[in-house]
């Protein structure tokens, strides 16, 4: 069985430009989540998918940040226009239900 | 609310001695708990899961964790540290909405 993926597994691109991150789960699992890690900062939650709904994007840290999952399958997420404090590593992770939560092995992006 | 605190940030053993990476939680309810572990450049890696079972969990490549309730705590241990254990390990307690918290993270070295 294909584990979480996620594309591209890094990224650097310049101030003021637009990247968009993708993920794509395990197949049939419903949940999805964005989590990503700043530099010297905690892993912190960004949104949590079921099926193609947005069940809690609380942790997105600003309108910047533009998450979709049409469809219910992958997911994007699109950063525009990237600033500096974005640099960071960004997990996709799946599950059926929260006691198995599969991660990705997350995209690397660097802003300059 | 739940919040997960990793003791130590950084700990350092030598090769063939003993590891403990210590993890409080807080949480009004009995909550399912896990650790991850991060290799450097690779993605999150589930190393074992306590969900109101056993209240002692064995893991991958030799670790465990002891589910202490009157101590709020869920410390990691393996009994013989070897050079590929070197990383970063993750507590992270489940939340009552579908989500997952991360503590800050301890770095572990190991010591030929």
């Known amino acids: 069985e294909a584990g979480v993926t996620q594309f591209p597994s890094h990224s650097v691109i310049e101030k003021g430009q637009t990247v968009t991150l993708r993920c794509d789960p395990i197949s049939g699992h419903d949940n999805l989540y964005w989590y990503r890690r700043v530099m010297g900062k905690e892993i912190k939650f960004l949104l949590h998918?079921?099926?193609?709904?947005?069940?809690?994007e609380s942790g997105m840290p600003n309108n910047r940040f533009l998450a979709e999952r049409t469809g219910g399958t992958y997911s994007t997420l699109k950063v525009q226009p990237a600033e500096l404090e974005d640099s960071g590593v960004y997990f996709c992770a799946s599950s059926l239900g929260p006691l198995a939560v599969y991660f990705g092995p997350g995209t690397r992006l660097t802003v300059t | 609310a739940q919040s997960v605190t990793q003791l130590d940030s950084h700990v350092s053993v030598s090769e063939g001695t003993p590891v403990l990476l210590r993890c409080n939680y807080s949480s009004s309810y009995s909550p399912s708990l896990f650790w991850y572990v991060q290799h450097p450049n690779k993605g999150l890696q589930l190393l074992l899961k306590?969900?109101?079972?056993?209240?002692l969990v064995k893991g991958i490549n030799g670790f465990e964790a002891e589910f202490k309730k009157s101590e709020t705590s869920f410390h990691l241990t393996k009994p013989s540290a070897h050079m590929s254990d070197a990383a970063e390990y993750f507590c992270?307690?489940?939340?009552?909405?579908?989500?997952?918290?991360f503590g800050p993270g301890t770095s572990l070295s190991v010591i030929p």
């Open positions: 306590y969900t109101s079972a056993a209240t």
């Open positions: 992270v307690v489940e939340t009552s909405y579908d989500k997952v918290i």
């Open positions: 998918f079921v099926k193609e709904s947005k069940q809690d």
